[in-house]
């Protein structure tokens, strides 16, 4: 356990070098841009198996959080010119708010009685945000980015690096809770709530925890993308394909474990940013949707589960 | 059962369950003292295992109250009153199927705990449960992968790793082989002391009759007879309802 932990965090801090590194010596600006929506979907994905993974409540609302924290940084730039630190952290805030009220009013439904919900919750504040006028309303807004700060030659190397710090933390938060009681009790409750609650788990407790914490990070990762497209509008922040998006890499790559939306989001996202300069951006779309019907029928449980069912194989022909 | 009654572990009054115009369970009350085997017969449909939903809290009563230790829990939620002591197996086992057989009862270990212990002692507690149930040889293996039998002791199991004052059995042998009925009587009469009370539903009557200190009959909701077994046995309503008329 203190082992994996090192390793892990040697990891991590290998990972974050290799980001700051690269924005000292690739000269080429796309890689950063292309590099950037990679890491936003890694972060969204392991935030949104906190609560779609590990409690099996699949939320379809990624686009209402992540739309919100693209709003909260526009609103907080337009009333106060806030600095990148203070809009992240409150999208996190709100995020973990709205994780709180949407937990509280329909965590008591279960399965796809939720994600309905949450669906409902995406368009409600979509509309909200098209009828306020000091946002931009449904035309949009553009945002002007700010000097950027010494350590790097240019916005959006530093938004490329930001993003990478926002994975780690996603990452760091998704493996704490795996491996301590709360993953344990959202993954009994997941197996069985009554049986849960009745072996003493707190289940509707541990679910809003796990909706408040998704919340926060999915808030917080949206919250840099204004700054990184210089413009938004209601239909792209709250576009529906990051909620099929994130859920399709969650599950591809499996909620069993964290690795699992790491290895989705990293395989999906790098097939669409491919697909996107070769072919179209729309055949995307078409490609995404494609993937998930083949691991829903061949791979339920996604590339975590398809590698533990080779290696037990493995291991059981050893036996015999 | 001693002569001088001891307070009850268990006090139902007045319980009434309705699902919108069907009257489950009508007016029931009962007392159950510690350390008494308590077996609950009836019908199908005659609500016994609406009436444990009842004490262990799945369901939430009107009107009605229910208390335990002299305290009352009616409107607490399920995981609390585990935590004052109720435990419960199902009529249909359920399993945490993600997980082996160690892990299902680590998390009754991890969430039920009335004080903290560390998690090696939590071991040694699971390690000593699962020998006691005679499921040491499984304690790594998948709960998907267990007979009917082991999954019945699984829950017996994982219902003792909370350590319960009160457990409540719902058919745990519904379905099992002659000999198999008779392990898990076994164990259940092993498991039950002065500290542990424990109320068995159950259809087989042998296992009742062997089983029980007091036995109380339901039918459509109501109490149709308590006492002893044999009296219980003996009495004309009871047959009634079993045999119909």
């Known amino acids: ?320 | 059962m001693s002569s001088e009654t001891p307070a009850p572990l268990l006090r139902i009054a007045s319980l009434t369950k309705r699902f919108g115009g069907f009257i489950a369970l009508d007016n029931v009350s009962v007392e159950i003292p510690p350390g008494e085997r308590f077996g609950l017969i009836g019908p199908n449909g005659s609500g016994k295992t609406t009436l444990i939903n009842c004490i262990s809290g799945a369901f939430r009563t009107e009107p009605g109250t229910v208390l335990f230790r002299d305290e009352d829990i009616t409107a607490l939620q399920p995981h609390l009153r585990t935590r004052r002591g109720i435990a419960r197996s199902f009529q249909i086992p359920r399993p945490f199927r993600s997980m082996t057989v160690a892990e299902n009862l680590m998390v009754a270990l991890d969430f039920a705990a009335h004080e903290h212990v560390s998690v090696a002692k939590r071991r040694d507690t699971m390690m000593s449960i699962l020998t006691q149930m005679g499921l040491a040889s499984k304690a790594n293996v998948s709960a998907t992968q267990l007979s009917q039998v082991e999954l019945r002791k699984m829950e017996l199991a994982r219902a003792m790793a909370t350590h319960p004052k009160l457990l409540i059995s719902d058919e745990a042998m519904a379905g099992l082989s002659s000999s198999e009925v008779d392990e898990v009587l076994d164990l259940l009469m092993s498991l039950a002391s002065h500290d542990i009370t424990i109320i068995m539903i159950e259809h087989i009557m042998q296992a009742v009759m062997r089983f029980s200190d007091r036995v109380m009959c339901l039918d459509a909701g109501r109490i149709i007879a308590i006492g002893t077994p044999s009296e219980v046995m003996a009495n004309q309503r009871v047959q009634e309802a079993y045999l119909g008329t």
């Not at chain 1, 504040?125 to 945002?143: D, K, L, P, S």
């Not at chain 1, 491996?179 to 679910?207: F, H, M, Y």
């Open chain 1, 1 to 320: 356990m203190k082992r994996n932990g090192i390793a892990f965090w040697i990891g991590a801090a290998l990972f974050l070098a290799a980001a700051l590194l690269m924005t000292k010596v690739v000269s080429n600006q796309y890689p950063f841009f292309a590099g950037y929506v990679i890491l936003q979907f890694i972060a969204l994905a392991v935030a949104w198996s906190i609560l779609g993974g590990y409690a099996g409540y699949v939320n379809f609302g990624t686009s209402a959080f992540f739309g919100v924290g693209v709003y909260s940084s526009v609103f907080l730039v337009k009333a106060f010119g806030a600095p990148l630190p203070v809009q992240i952290l409150t999208a996190a805030a709100i995020g973990a708010l709205m994780g709180f009220a949407l937990g509280l009013l329909t965590l008591r439904m279960q399965g796809i009685f939720f994600s309905i919900a949450t669906i409902a919750l995406t368009i409600i504040i979509e509309t909200a945000v098209t009828n306020w006028r000091y946002v931009g309303g449904a035309a949009g807004i553009q945002i002007q980015r700010p000097p950027v700060s010494a350590l790097f030659d240019n916005y959006v190397q530093m938004l490329f690096f930001v993003q990478a710090v926002l994975v780690v933390l996603a990452v760091a938060i998704s493996r704490y809770i795996q491996n301590s009681w709360i993953g344990r009790g959202l993954q009994a409750l997941k197996d069985d709530e009554l049986a849960a609650e009745c072996s003493g788990v707190p289940t509707l407790r541990l679910k809003l925890l796990a909706c408040v914490i998704s919340g926060a990070l999915l808030c917080a990762v949206g919250a840099p993308s204004a700054m990184y497209l210089q413009f938004a509008n209601p239909e792209s922040a709250f576009n529906l394909n990051y909620s099929v998006s994130t859920l399709a890499m969650s599950l591809i790559g499996g909620t069993a474990h964290w690795s699992g939306p790491i290895i989705g989001a990293i395989l999906l996202g790098t097939t669409q940013q491919l697909l996107t300069v070769t072919i179209s951006s729309e055949v995307n779309v078409l490609v995404l949707g494609v993937m998930l019907v083949l691991f829903v029928v061949g791979a339920p449980e996604g590339i975590i589960g398809l590698i533990r069912r080779i290696f037990r194989n493995r291991n059981e022909g050893r036996e015999s």
